[in-house]
């Protein structure tokens, strides 16, 4: 098992100095310039991000990629394992549940701290499927495949987000949420899925794909890794998340320049 000290090439610095460049083009500028600062859930600077994930075709046919991507990754895989034998591993939320209910309100509500907050909200189980989550699942399930499901909600709201998949028709074999004791750090719980969960009466399962919205949602390469993202596209597939994130942390602090020279040499092995 990989400890958190191993994490050099997702959250390293000089990945960070091209993220602050490179990185607005793979989002988009104006989604940018519209989440820099949304450090609050009900913070207007959202309002466009929210509308891009709510009523864009472009956020949609992402989506849809990913999940035909998926789909066909799972069908190959299949057809060389025995059912039982293999699983996927899903993020929760902006991965297979959207919380757009949720950030509309916040929009709605203004900067005025009367929104209701995530926590609570995500305690309601109400929570929608996103497109293609459901019928790309019930596809892993008819080829013999497990769904675990890696979530960063706290471990004490576990009956509700397995009550939130349940309603939104999304099948699953397991939820492994945040252990409070522990950071979000996902590796750990990676490991326990290829070891077997016997709480979930799960026997040890190959890992065939890994779907999440964030970067912390796929396990970090070895630290001499010569092309860390290389497995995007193929055993990994990620969708765009312009709320939130892992990428936040590559955003200026106040005072600081928003662009700076792309740091060339960090792009190598990309």
């Known amino acids: 098992m990989k400890s958190s000290s191993s994490r050099p090439i997702f959250r390293n610095p000089a990945l960070r100095a091209w993220s602050r460049s490179g990185l607005a083009f793979l989002l988009g500028l104006s989604l940018v310039f519209t989440t820099a600062n949304c450090a609050h859930d009900n913070s207007p ?38 059912p039982g034998t293999w699983a996927v591993i899903v993020d929760a939320d902006e ?44 596809e892993v399930r008819s ?15 576990n009956d509700e987000t397995r009550e939130n998949l349940t309603a939104a028709g999304l099948p699953y074999d397991a939820v492994l949420s945040h252990p409070i004791s522990l ?30 919205d964030r970067i912390g949602d796929f396990p970090e390469p070895e630290p001499d890794a010569a092309r860390p993202f290389e497995l995007f596209g193929d055993k990994y597939l990620i969708l765009p998340n312009p709320i939130y994130g892992d990428w936040m942390e590559t955003m200026p602090e106040p005072g600081e320049e928003l662009w700076q020279e792309p740091d060339v040499e960090s792009w190598q092995g990309m």
Request: zero cysteines; a negative charge.
């Open 45 to 82: 600077e959202i309002a466009r991000s929210v509308q891009f994930m709510s009523t864009s075709a472009e956020y949609r046919a992402l989506v849809h990629q990913a999940y035909n991507v998926a789909t066909e990754r799972v069908r190959q895989a299949a057809a060389t394992r025995e």
């Open 95 to 138: 991965t297979v549940l959207s919380n757009l209910p949720y950030y509309i309100e916040q929009v709605r509500e203004g900067d005025n701290g009367s929104g209701l907050g995530r926590t609570a909200w995500q305690q309601r189980s109400e929570a929608p499927a996103l497109p293609a989550a459901k019928a790309f699942l019930e």
């Open 143 to 157: 080829l013999g495949g497990r769904i675990v499901v890696v979530t960063n909600r706290a471990a004490f709201q």
């Open 183 to 212: 950071d979000g750090f996902k590796e750990p719980r990676f490991d326990a899925v290829g070891e077997g969960l016997e709480d979930e009466g799960l026997p040890p399962l190959e890992v065939v794909l890994y779907l999440g």
